[in-house]
């Protein structure tokens, strides 16, 4: 499992909200170049059938997005369907050729109610980091929430995604 995250959120006078987040995921440069590339239905699922027209060649996927709240025995995981667009990996030039893909993410029923995400996964040296912004809901209501509960479900949703990616970079490849 991957250890060492670390997140943030701040805020843009236009209502969006920063995410950044990163853990630790040491793995062989091939090994995550097939779980962001070709693999990438282990962490997510096999893509949808009927694809929307996506900007940048992106793939449309449907995932329930997962965080956890509670603490010890008495934790409870929390579940939204979502639409996960990924677009095609890349490689970053400089400074260390990170490995990155382009994603963003929507719930898939009652989606003004939650927040929207856009933003890019990125894999650099061992550190698997997430960085972009999402929108939230219901106007400047939705801005007085989010200081007080969507960064929190933000941050933890962000890692719940991390640990997933970062796990599957790490197991051996031979495995199911």
Not at 147 to 153: A, K, P, S, Y
Request: no cysteine; proline share 7%.
């Amino acid at each position: 499992m991957a250890s060492g995250l670390r997140s943030e959120t701040s805020s843009d006078p236009a209502g969006a909200t920063r995410l950044r987040a990163a853990t630790r995921a040491p793995a062989h440069r091939s090994r995550v170049r097939a779980v962001l590339g070709d693999g990438r239905n282990r962490w997510l699922a096999d893509p949808l059938h009927d694809q929307p027209d996506l900007p940048g060649g992106a793939t449309r996927y449907a995932l329930d997005l997962e965080m956890t709240v509670g603490s010890g025995g008495a934790q409870v995981a929390l579940r939204k369907a979502a639409f996960v667009d990924v677009g095609p990996l890349h490689e970053a030039r400089a400074p260390h050729r990170a490995l990155e893909v382009e994603i963003s993410w929507r719930a898939s029923s009652m989606a003004p109610l939650f927040p929207v995400f856009a933003g890019t996964l990125r894999w650099s040296a061992g550190e698997l980091s997430l960085d972009g912004w999402y929108a939230p809901p219901l106007g400047t209501v939705g801005a007085a929430a989010d200081r007080v509960l969507f960064r929190m479900v933000a941050r933890r949703t962000a890692r719940w995604l991390l640990d997933r990616i970062a796990s599957e970079m790490t197991r051996s490849s031979d495995q199911p």
